[in-house]
Each structure stands twice: as structure tokens, then as C-alpha cells.
């Protein structure tokens, strides 16, 4: 790290205040090479030059530097305290400034819930809340720039159309509560072949017998269903995706690409961005072939997520990673049309 010689550094620690806290981390660190970069002021509403290494936690509130947020509790009531929420940074390297927004999106509390219906209730609180973070980015606050939004979206496949692919020739047996009589588990069983079981489902259990299906060839056989960016589609653009879903993978250390039976595998960690900041990274068709988004550590125990790793060979870079507490990382590289020529390929910045 020695020839990163500045650096910013945000972690939401005070988890005292629960109108507040989130526990996001944004941690930036910016090469000596680049000599002119600027943060952006909330509060003053102008740049200031970076220089030295900051480190702001339990003040996150009052830092001008950023903007940070937690959801309403309204968007997720059947949480008593949710951390889901953004943090978001505005830079400016030369003459082109864009925003760094830090995002963590609502879960699936219930795999049983979510198989009801399709799209899932809960999809739909996602849709809420990132229709949230991206009306705040581009309001008459501010001047609009580009965008990056990186972290967990925790977006999940269509749970009933991928139950009903990969179980289209099973019986289905559910089981109830005695005393509620409520749904608490769905068994999944082949016609037959010894009416061999296919999937168990239960709130927090999603077993399904065959965990190759969502390796083989990066599991694109199942990005059909994941449909929960399609919405934002005019908002929002996304590389190919091109590796196996990021969660939930197990977290023990000799198992790296196996994942947990407790939710279905998806692709829950993205990198996505405003379409004026496709353009900074696709200047031509040409550029496609020299764009790479994949996830990091493919057969390495890193957490129940695999982080996402998306850059430009010369041109530019969005690079998330995760530390063993889960704060999220992310290095941007050069964008040829706004930064100094002499500046190496890819190292701008690391958040």
C-alpha cells in the first residue's frame, strides 16, 4: 500500500444509535499518481483538494464528506432493527466527477414467503428501496453526475419460477404447524425413482439435491430469473454477468465454492452504474472486449458472499472487495478521458 499516499476512510461504528446505524464501510485509497483529485462537500456545496489519510467512525453524521442514510423502518417491518442502507461519495479526478454510492438492500427474511408468489414480497421492497437511493442521488440538491452503485443488493432469482423448473416433475408434500396450522416446510419429491427427494424448503432452509446447477457453466442456465434489476433498466446498466451466483456460499475455510443450504444461490453483489458512466468505461463497442466483471476468489472460503471485481484493461475500474468483518472496499482505475495520461493503467482508487 505504500504508493497509495492518501486515503479516506468511513465506517459506521456506533451501532448505540438505532435510528442511524448501518455498519457500511467505505475505505479509498488513492495512488500517488494522480495529482489532482477532489472530495466533494455536502455541506459547502464545493471540492476540496485530498490530501493525508482521514479516518471518520462514530461521527459519520456530522462528516460533510459523505452522505449516509438508513432506510425507514416502514420499508421493512418485519425487521425490529435493520442496518439496510447507503453511503455516497462524490469525486472529482481532473475534470470528471462521479459518484461512489455504497449500498445494502433488503433480504429475503423467508424463503417460504418469497416462494408464494412472483415476484416475491420482497422483491418488491427492494424496488422501493433502491428507486429510494437513486431519486436522492440525482435530486435538485445537487449537481447530477455520473453514478456508480456497488455492494449487496441482495437480489435474489424469482423463487417460485426456479422451484417450479427445477421441480417440474416432482410431488410437492407440505407441512404445517400443529398448533397454527401455518406452512412450515414444502418437500419436493421425483414421481419416481424411489420418490427420491429433490428440495427441501423451510423459512431458512433451501436444500436442493444437485448444487451443480448453479456452477455449471456460471449458473447462467438460471440468470432467467433474475429479474429484479429489469425494472431499473432505464436507470441502470450492469456488464454481462458471467460467474456464479456471490451468495450464499458456505463460510467453512475447505469448502470455497460450496454453497449453504439456506437460501437459493444468487446473484446478490453488483456493480452497477448511471448510463453516462457506462459511457465513461465503453467508449466504443470495441471496449466490450476489454471489460472484465467477476467475482474474486472463485475456489477460496471468503464469507458467505463472493465479492465482485469489474474492470477496464487501461481505460477504468470498480473493484468491490470485503474484509473478514464484511466492510466493503472498492478501487476505481483510470478513465482515459479525464485523468493524466501518465497515470498507470488501473489503481485510482480503493474505497
Not at 479516506?8 to 455498519?23: G, I, P
Request: charged fraction near 30%; charge should be negative.
Amino acid at each position: 500500500m505504500k504508493d497509495y499516499n492518501r486515503a479516506r476512510v468511513y465506517l459506521d461504528e456506533n451501532y448505540k444509535s438505532q435510528e442511524h446505524f448501518t455498519a457500511l464501510g467505505s475505505f479509498y485509497f488513492l495512488h500517488e499518481s494522480l495529482k489532482n483529485i477532489y472530495q466533494f462537500d455536502f455541506k459547502a456545496k464545493k471540492y476540496k483538494k485530498v490530501t493525508g489519510k482521514e479516518i471518520y467512525s462514530d461521527t459519520l453524521e456530522s462528516t460533510p464528506m459523505l452522505e449516509k442514510e438508513k432506510f425507514p423502518q416502514d420499508y421493512f417491518p418485519e425487521c425490529k432493527w435493520s442496518r439496510k442502507g447507503f453511503i455516497r461519495t462524490r469525486w472529482c479526478i481532473t475534470d470528471c466527477a462521479f459518484d461512489l454510492v455504497n449500498i445494502h438492500l433488503f433480504h429475503d427474511a423467508s424463503n417460504l414467503i418469497a416462494w408464494e408468489t412472483s415476484p416475491s414480497v420482497y422483491s418488491g421492497i427492494r424496488h422501493k428501496a433502491l428507486g429510494y437511493v437513486l431519486d436522492r442521488i440525482i435530486d435538485q440538491r445537487f449537481e447530477k453526475v455520473s453514478y456508480f452503485v456497488f455492494g449487496d443488493f441482495n437480489f435474489r432469482l424469482d423463487a417460485k419460477a426456479v422451484v417450479e423448473t427445477l421441480c417440474a416433475k416432482a410431488t410437492m408434500q407440505t407441512i404445517r404447524a400443529a398448533d397454527t396450522n401455518e406452512v412450515v416446510k414444502l418437500i419436493f419429491r421425483e414421481s419416481d425413482n424411489d420418490r427420491k427427494v429433490m428440495l427441501q424448503l423451510e423459512k431458512k432452509l433451501f436444500d436442493y439435491f444437485n448444487q451443480d446447477v448453479f456452477r455449471d457453466n456460471n449458473g447462467t442456465a438460471l440468470l432467467e430469473f433474475d429479474r429484479e434489476l429489469s425494472v431499473f433498466k432505464d436507470r441502470l446498466y450492469e456488464l454481462d454477468i458471467s460467474f456464479p451466483p456471490s451468495y450464499p456460499y458456505s463460510e467453512d475455510s475447505s469448502q470455497g465454492r460450496q454453497y449453504m443450504n439456506t437460501r437459493c444461490p444468487a446473484w446478490c453483489d453488483r456493480i452497477l452504474m448511471s448510463h453516462s458512466a457506462k459511457e465513461l468505461i465503453l467508449k466504443s463497442e470495441n471496449d466490450e472486449k476489454i471489460v472484465i466483471y467477476d467475482h474474486i476468489g472463485p475456489n477460496v472460503c471468503m464469507g458467505d458472499h463472493k465479492e465482485k471485481d469489474a474492470y477496464v484493461v487501461r481505460r477504468f475500474s470498480v473493484k468491490p472487495h470485503y474484509s473478514q468483518e464484511g466492510r466493503q472496499h472498492t478501487e476505481i482505475c483510470n478513465p482515459n478521458s479525464c485523468i493524466d495520461k501518465s497515470s498507470p493503467e488501473c489503481h485510482i482508487l480503493d474505497c
